[in-house]
């Protein structure tokens, strides 16, 4: 079997992109000790077959979705069912031109995201008392879409790189859960995001991209409704338009073709059965039931029930932790910038009615297509 391992130089990349520390407010914080890990413990050693098993190992859940839809909600709660082994952050697939490169790449991002420790999460443990029982586990990363598509492109040309029986296994069972929510709301969340990210990251670059001083949102006198009079007659049958890409992309988020295109069809990425759309609504209302119908769909042990969730004040839930010392896993509150109640947003009827319309036929189409009833249509 050939092994893959992480290389120094990936490892300085992906622990830039990926040292993190919460704010005190998330309740945890995580030590950028990447480096520490690799010298002492990984490389310089003998490693466990975890290791190696950790080393080579694509994700074999995906979350992948429209943003602003809870998939890091989706991410951070359901990697607390025992038989999921989650990377906490988002786990990107760049694009360079070297598909090797880009995959070892990858793949090593991967290795330190499953193997950060924090208050919630040591994988290696996890690993190691799942095998014990002989239990099924699954890995679980937030990719999207995109870069699903490029890793499925590389293991059709190197249907090897990792074993033979590895990939062809993983092929067979890599689920996909595609979330998407009502496309209206879709958008007010990105509108607050892009124009109100500046008070928390003052300093940062991305104030050229974000907030007030924004040149690629240069939303700074316009209210909601002004913003979508403004730009949606510009929007072409939902084709970008030239001069501003970016806003186009925040209204076309909202057309969710990626599904079908995805789990249906001679082209489909992912086998239709190991496919799955959720209507993200469910998180914010009713979470354990999305998490129960996981579990069920993936064959996983029940653990997730209603008392595993508790109301915080503003409405949205957070995830009981038992024998620990926080004993409750939020989402940093800057999530539910809209909150739940429609009067708390500010959106006029109008704008609502005619935004509905404008997405109408896409949420019809994937409604009908995969033989749902989303709550908002
Ligand atoms: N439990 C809980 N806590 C906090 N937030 C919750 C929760 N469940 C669902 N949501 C909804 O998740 C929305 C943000 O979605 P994402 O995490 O996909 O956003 S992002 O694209 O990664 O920024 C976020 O959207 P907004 O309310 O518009 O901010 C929330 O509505």
């Known amino acids: 079997m050939k092994l893959w391992r992480p290389n120094s130089r990936n490892i300085k990349q992906s622990k830039k992109n990926n040292c993190f520390k919460l704010t005190r407010a998330n309740r945890i914080s995580f ?18 077959d975890i290791t190696i098993q950790l ?4 994700p074999t859940i995906f979350v992948s979705g429209a943003k602003k839809c809870g998939t890091k909600t989706l991410m951070r709660f ?17 694009t360079t031109g070297d598909m090797k490169k880009d995959m070892e790449y990858y793949l090593t991002h991967l290795w330190t995201l499953w193997t950060v420790n924090g208050p919630y999460i040591n994988n290696k443990r996890k690993i190691m008392e799942l095998r014990k029982a002989k239990k099924e586990f699954y890995f679980m990363a937030k990719t999207a879409n995109s870069g699903i598509n490029k890793i499925v492109d590389f293991i059709n040309d190197f249907p090897n790189f990792i074993d033979d029986d590895y990939i062809k296994d993983w092929r067979h069972k890599v689920k996909n859960i595609f ?43 316009l209210t909601f409704d002004m913003m979508v009079d403004n730009y949606l007659p510009k929007l072409k049958d939902g084709n970008m338009f030239g001069d501003t890409p970016e806003i186009a992309e925040m209204f076309s988020v909202g057309f969710y073709g990626q599904p079908q295109k995805f789990f249906l069809g001679e082209e ?18 009713a979470p354990w039931i999305v998490f129960e119908e996981l579990e069920k769909r993936f064959g996983l042990e029940p653990y997730f029930n209603e008392r595993l969730f508790e ?5 949205y839930y957070c995830v009981r932790i038992f024998n620990h010392s926080e004993p409750l896993d939020c989402m940093p509150e800057t999530k539910g910038r809209t909150k739940l109640s429609a009067n708390q947003t500010s959106m006029s009827e109008e704008t609502r009615k005619i935004l509905k319309e404008f997405y109408r036929n896409s949420s019809t189409e994937l409604e009908k297509n995969f033989n749902m009833k989303f709550s908002w249509n």
């Open 179 to 221: 979330i998407v929510c009502d496309p209206v709301h879709r958008l007010l969340s990105d509108f607050k995001h892009v124009t109100s990210e500046w008070h928390v990251k003052k300093k940062k670059i991305n104030r050229k991209f974000l907030g007030p001083e924004s040149n690629v949102y240069p939303f700074q006198k």
């Open 55 to 58: 080393m080579q190992q694509l």
């Open 78 to 94: 359901f990697g607390h069912h025992p038989q999921i082994i989650r990377g906490l952050q988002e786990a990107p697939f760049r």
């Open 268 to 285: 489909r990425v992912i086998e239709r059965e190991n496919g799955l759309v959720l209507d993200g609504a469910k998180l914010k209302t």
């Open 31 to 48: 030590f950028c000790n990447f480096q520490k890990d690799l010298k002492n413990k990984e490389l310089n050693s003998n490693p466990t």
């Open 311 to 315: 109301k915080r004040k503003d409405g």
